[in-house]
């Protein structure tokens, strides 16, 4: 046999992740519970051995980035915050990315929360 230990990497959206690229076959999209609502975290695995890289979702990320893709290779770049948009007193600007999905690199083999029996 031969194990390869899975290292997870936590991404984080901020000014010192802005150009940050990530590629890999997105293998879930999770909604989680935060204290101010529900949000989304995706998680691809890496072009490196064992590497899975995890990063929560924005709104301009969850409009680019569906459930559909989940088994398909993607390219995540955060371009950082969009300045140009007018926001309400105490609000952050929004978070930029540029999204590429392969639409043929769906991978069969991929289990999906749709497959698993009712109350798995």
Known sequence: MVFTERKVIEIEWNAENKGKEVMGRLVSVEI???KDGPGLVYTVKGSKPGEVIRFKGATRLNQRLHRQDVGKVV???YNGEDQTKETKLGMNYP???TVAVDEDSIDPEVITDDDLP???
């Open 32 to 34: 989680v519970q935060y």
């Open 75 to 77: 390219v995540i770049r």
């Open 95 to 97: 978070k930029d990315f």
């Open 118 to 120: 009712p109350n798995f």
